[in-house]
């Protein structure tokens, strides 16, 4: 027999490798199969409560044979199952070890999976022991989804090492376009943040006693307790997660572009999630056998296990694209970019405003904050959702064309999601923590701002500023609500004073971007009317607003310090749109766009000190 040469024996040793990684992959995958397993017949040894039959560990009451019974086969099953977990993790630690040298990457995985299932066991052993604590058996809930993700993404890197080109690998397929990746890590997110919560609190029935979904809201919503807050964390996860695995699914399966694996991992991430979710929250109230309530938690691990695997093939697709990556923090500013800050902080200004007059003081520190959260996250939420819409022609304007869209630093898919889910999210805390007028205040401004100005007026007539700046009416209606839970003639002359602030205040701003609105072909009063009309018709609404904000003083809403001062500021206002119509120049403009600003927020302090020494 004639000696091997080095050709064939660096063959031989690819096609040994080769054989090895295949083994590998066989064995992670049927780990993380044993382990969704092991997961669901954990959750039902918690919701049969058969662990409390069993003290000890890893003996049963000092025995090694099962009960007699049904809880003893589900404790030693799921022990057992566990043990076997470990021999499988250590069989492909030995594999990778022993036959892959070469393969680091691949070795480090096997060793984390072996360390993670190991830990794994002894935390489950140890809650035992703890007599089953909430906060260990949470712990061991987490390091559960731990060892699934190790053992997901160790099965989709391997399988990727196994084809000769990693361009043309199966886990290439896997891979969604990078406009995905948002929707990816948001769901695997509010899925751990539902699974986590609703670990830490168990069943709201548990908890209120309540008997039907609405009864447990009204409940929790009103509980102050550690176990409330979770619980309305853990309804507020699954509200989210529903959402967000919507638009996933609704964008993915009209994305003609995806190939038929990823369309499907894709199906298969969102619809999981989702039935996840809403089982979760039905069964709770269904009459049913108490293994049953498992299958949520069952269908929860099939949806982390396709994201994280899905995560994990756009993960490797962005190392082999260096250049498509972009650094977080730039994506977190241009993120908050869209939600248009200097704009949020001014209707913040008038919700807390409105807030303080309608307490006639301090409201409680606890209702300001949620207040102005909710009111944050739906300013931001209309804004972003007004870039979207606007993108087609913020390109065409220098004031415009940096922003995130246009630069494509932002998908417009993604910048729509972020708007949608900072929309809902604003209804859901307000409606939750404030009250559901307050909820529906900012409901009904985003509607008319996006859908009624942003759609509609803005692009169709020169009136679209006079009638959309009723949008800007609502937050103060939403800072009133909040505080007494009703609309009275005070918000309603607030809201009056936005709506004959708003047009003075941007047509000064158009006054000095008329060609841009003209290239973007939108009908702004100076485009269409021309600047003089414009600067008259800036002098008759500051009237009419000085004449609004004076109206609050016979009105019995405040005081004569606020009349003074709202007198002294008005004068001022007008005095500034006189001279620009007199002298018939838009050189006054910006000073008078500038004064608008801290004009509002000046009335409102002034309202604000009215009522503290009034």
């Known amino acids: 027999m004639r000696p091997q040469g080095a050709a064939e024996r660096f063959e031989t040793l690819e096609a040994s490798e080769a054989r090895a990684l295949r083994l590998c992959l066989q064995l992670s995958v049927i780990a993380l199969i044993w382990a969704l397993g092991l997961v669901t017949l954990g959750a039902i040894v918690s919701v049969t409560d058969s662990a409390h039959d069993c003290s000890g560990w890893p003996l049963c009451n000092g025995q090694l ?54 830990a794994q066991a002894v935390l489950g052993g140890f809650a035992v022991v703890r007599d089953l604590s909430s906060a260990v058996v949470t712990a061991h809930l987490i390091l559960a989804l731990i060892v699934i993700a190790a053992l997901t993404a160790s099965a989709v890197i391997i399988w990727r090492r196994i084809s000769p080109n990693a361009v043309t690998a199966p886990v290439s397929t896997l891979a969604l376009p990078p406009r995905y990746s948002g929707y990816l890590r948001a769901m695997g997110l509010v899925l751990l943040m ?20 609405g009864q447990c809201l009204e409940q929790v919503s009103n509980s102050f307790s550690s176990a409330g807050g979770f619980m309305s964390f853990h ?115 008038t919700t807390l405003g409105a807030m303080l007059i309608a307490a006639q003081g301090w409201p409680s520190l606890e209702l300001v ?49 972020f708007g949608l889910v900072l929309s809902v999210l604003a209804v859901i805390e307000l409606a939750w923590f404030v009250n559901p ?90 485009v269409t009317h021309g600047e003089h009309e414009t600067r008259r018709r800036i002098l008759l609404y500051s009237l009419l607003l000085v004449a609004v904000t004076l109206l609050m003083v016979p ?28 002298e018939d120049t838009s050189r006054l403009a910006w000073p008078l766009f500038k004064y608008s600003n801290y004009y509002l927020a000046a009335l409102l302090a002034a309202m604000a000190v009215d009522h503290a020494f009034i």
């Open 555 to 582: 009105a019995g809403v405040v005081g004569w310090i606020y009349g003074v001062t709202a007198g002294i500021l008005g004068g001022w206002f007008v005095i500034m749109a006189l001279r620009m119509f007199r």
């Open 369 to 417: 904050l949620l207040t102005l959260l909710g009111g944050a996250m739906a300013a931001g939420g209309a804004s972003a959702l007004n870039c979207y819409y606007d993108r087609d022609i913020d390109g065409l304007m220098a004031r415009t064309r940096k922003r995130p869209i246009p630069t494509g630093s932002l998908t417009s898919d993604q910048v729509r999601v």
């Open 235 to 349: 309804y507020i996860s699954a509200i989210l997660g529903v959402t967000v695995a919507g638009a996933f699914l609704y964008e993915a399966q009209r994305d003609r572009a995806l190939n038929t694996v990823a369309r499907k991992a894709a199906l298969v991430a969102g619809s999981t999630l989702a039935l996840a979710l809403i089982l979760g929250a039905v069964l709770t109230f269904i009459p049913i056998e108490d293994a049953w309530l498992a299958t949520p938690l069952a269908i929860a691990s099939l949806s982390w296990v396709a994201i994280v695997g899905l995560v994990t093939a756009d993960c490797l697709a962005l190392r082999d694209k260096p250049a498509a990556r972009t650094p977080i923090k730039e994506t977190l500013r241009d993120f908050a970019r869209v939600t248009k800050p200097g704009i949020m902080l001014l209707l913040e200004v």
């Open 65 to 118: 044979s099962p009960a007699a019974d049904v809880n003893g086969v589900l404790i030693f099953g799921h022990r057992f199952g566990g043990l076997a977990l470990v021999l499988l993790s250590t069989a492909f630690v030995a594999v990778s070890y022993l036959r892959l040298r070469s393969e680091a990457a691949v070795t480090r995985l096997a060793a984390s999976v072996f360390v993670l299932i190991l």
């Open 194 to 213: 539902a699974l986590i919560s609703g670990s830490i609190v168990g069943s709201p029935v548990e908890i209120t006693g309540c008997s039907n979904p």
């Open 437 to 526: 007028l307050a909820a529906t205040m900012a409901l009904a401004g985003n509607l008319f701002y996006v859908l009624v100005y942003t759609r509609k007026l803005k692009r169709t007539t020169p009136q679209n500023i006079v009638i959309g700046g009723a949008a800007g009416s609502f937050p103060p209606l939403v800072g009133w609500a909040a505080v007494t839970g009703s609309l009275s003639l005070g918000a309603l002359l607030i809201a009056a004073i936005i709506f004959y602030w708003t047009p003075p205040h941007f047509w000064s701003l158009a006054l000095l971007k008329a060609n841009d609105y003209r290239r973007a072909g939108i009908p702004m009063l100076p």
